[in-house]
């Protein structure tokens, strides 16, 4: 009976717990409008953002490239977006 009592206090406990952590993540989450709203402030929302990063990833991925067929140490670069002619930076 004693071991009854106690497994029955603690599903009590437990779905306390889990009733208070959902009530808490349902005034917490925000709604459909304030959702919205978050997002359109978010970074890189705007095109000018967006066209700057898709930008460095181009150029990125062009050094990467370029790495990759050349025996070249591109480390070594002063300047490594103009490509080669950058010179030994030590």
């Known amino acids: 009976m004693q071991s009854l009592r106690k497994m029955l206090i603690t599903v009590?406990?437990?779905g306390a717990g889990?009733?208070?952590?959902?009530?808490l993540f349902v005034?917490?989450?925000?709604?459909?409008q304030r959702k919205q709203e978050m997002l359109k402030e978010?970074?890189?929302?705007?095109?000018?953002s967006r066209d700057e990063v898709a930008r460095t990833k181009q150029l990125v991925m062009d050094v990467l490239q370029?790495?990759?067929?050349?025996?070249?140490?591109v480390t070594w670069r002063k300047n490594w977006i103009l490509g080669g002619k950058g010179g030994k930076s030590a």
Do not use: K
């Open 27 to 32: 005034i917490v989450t925000p709604r459909g």
């Open 12 to 14: 009590a406990v437990l």
């Open 42 to 48: 978010m970074p890189l929302q705007d095109p000018l």
């Open 66 to 73: 370029e790495a990759a067929t050349t025996q070249e140490n």
């Open 18 to 23: 889990a009733g208070v952590g959902s009530a």
